[in-house]
């Protein structure tokens, strides 16, 4: 028992140390991204840690799933390279008997995994779909990033802006192009603010400027000076979020039988089931020659865990295109994880014996 007890206190240390290193390495990828997007004016700068937040949600699954595997498969595998399992076999215990220490550990694991599958995955991806088209519809110079041109209205009005001071209003620096009744008109000001009137419409409104407007085809064109000079800004229409099978509920996903939410349910169902699969692969996975390279196993590790997730990605792509009936690409993937499972654990435990005999 106190062996057993300081294995679980090191499968825990493990999984700590190794769901942070993932999670950073997430963090960091994703946040990459949205700050490119936010920096190319295609996503509004206050909407970036919100859409971090659903993005490191619906990750979470298989962050977990991998970091319970390493987490059982890096102690297991010093034990072995400081002679610790050595004691456990000359103590007449079979290599099974780290089953049940194992699935104690797991099971936690596994059910905020499958919790997390079923259902607060899902919600993070309707609330993401839903947050992105109330970005899409906030007014125009909400999405307008300081530097960078932006086109609106499909292309019927450029935006470009230096500077720009959200919180009081003001922005420098500013070029506005548009197409009204056939003629194009260019606007130019050092100096602008936004304001919007009790009825809630919006406006950039700029100051002492200068407006050319020239009719395409056309050598004749005016140019005015003026003070002040309004330029409407709207909001656009949400756009409608798309009916996904991954932003389903588990009751709502039940309630279809299409092959895309019947690929949808396979996934959610496998997530869990592969997390604690692989944390009994880990056992015999484990295994470390101390006079050998340290490195083996974990390379082998790394390419059955490869392996699984592609038997998953397989049998749901078939049963969403409906070349695997549901009912065999649910069990299939693991029935075949199954079987190296109870191989692995055969050889390490004939190995030991005939090593000891």
Known sequence: MIFER?????????????????LAIVTSIQLIRLLKEAAGGELAAEGVLAL???????YLPMLLTLTLFVAVLLPLSRMYRDSEMVVWFSSGMPLTDWLKPVLRFALPMVL??????????????LAQGNYQATLSARSELSSVSP??????????QVYFVERLDGE?????NVFVASMQEGKLGVVMSNSGTQETLENGDRFLVLEKGRRYEVEP???AFKVMDFERYAVRTEDGEPKQTGVSPRRMGLLELLGHSSPDTRGELLWRIAIPVSAIILALLAIPLSYVNP???????????????????????ISQAWVTGGKMPFAVGVVLPHLLMLLPLGVLFYGRMFGWQRRTA
């Open 168 to 172: 009081a209003g003001r922005v420098g």
């Open 52 to 58: 971090l937040g659903f993005g490191l949600i619906k």
């Open 291 to 313: 006079r050998a390279g340290r490195s083996a196993n974990i390379l082998i590790a790394i390419l059955v865990y490869a392996i699984y997730s592609n038997l998953i990605s």
């Open 217 to 219: 085809g056309s050598a």
């Open 147 to 156: 530097g960078a041109f932006k086109e609106m209205r499909s292309g019927r």
């Open 6 to 22: 300081a294995a679980r206190r090191e499968f825990a240390q493990a999984a700590a140390g190794i769901s942070i290193v993932l």
């Open 112 to 125: 905020a995994i499958g919790t997390l599958s079923m259902v607060i995955a899902p919600w993070a991806n």
